[in-house]
């Protein structure tokens, strides 16, 4: 029902800044709760960032918490990550996903899109 494609991710040294988009399909996109997760080789797919339905809440994981911001913007049906202060341990493969809760669990959101990868260098 929801179809949702990242962008944004490449190469960026450590200390800079990146910003992800995720485009998310039909009308009712607000309906959903959106979350960030992130997944580096060999590790469990971790919760990274959510944001509310109407983004009036948010929430983030302690070790980007200061450095990273949620947002969206429904009109355009879109979530966004935006990132400062990257460290090399952010490399990972950045997903976003939809979720009829304001939840960090994995198994709570429903859509997911294919990933967009992030590589900070040291």
């Known amino acids: 029902q929801v179809h949702l494609v990242e962008s944004g991710g490449g190469l960026v040294q450590a200390g800079g800044s990146l910003r992800l988009s995720c485009?998310?399909?039909g009308r009712a996109f607000s309906r959903y709760a959106t979350g960030w997760f992130r997944q580096?080789?060999?590790?469990?797919?971790?919760f990274v960032a959510r944001i509310s339905g109407g983004g009036g809440r948010t929430s983030y994981a302690d070790s980007v918490n200061g450095r990273f911001t949620i947002s969206r913007d429904n009109a355009d049906?879109?979530?966004y990550l935006q990132m400062?202060?990257?460290?090399?341990?952010d490399t990972a493969v950045y997903y976003c996903a939809a979720s009829n809760y304001y939840s960090r669990?994995?198994?709570?959101y429903l859509y997911w899109g294919q990933?967009?990868?992030v590589t900070v260098s040291s």
């Open 23 to 25: 485009a998310a399909s």
């Open 40 to 46: 580096a080789p060999g590790k469990e797919r971790e």
């Open 77 to 79: 049906n879109t979530v």
């Open 84 to 89: 400062s202060s990257l460290k090399p341990e």
């Open 105 to 108: 669990q994995r198994d709570e």
């Open 115 to 117: 990933g967009t990868q």
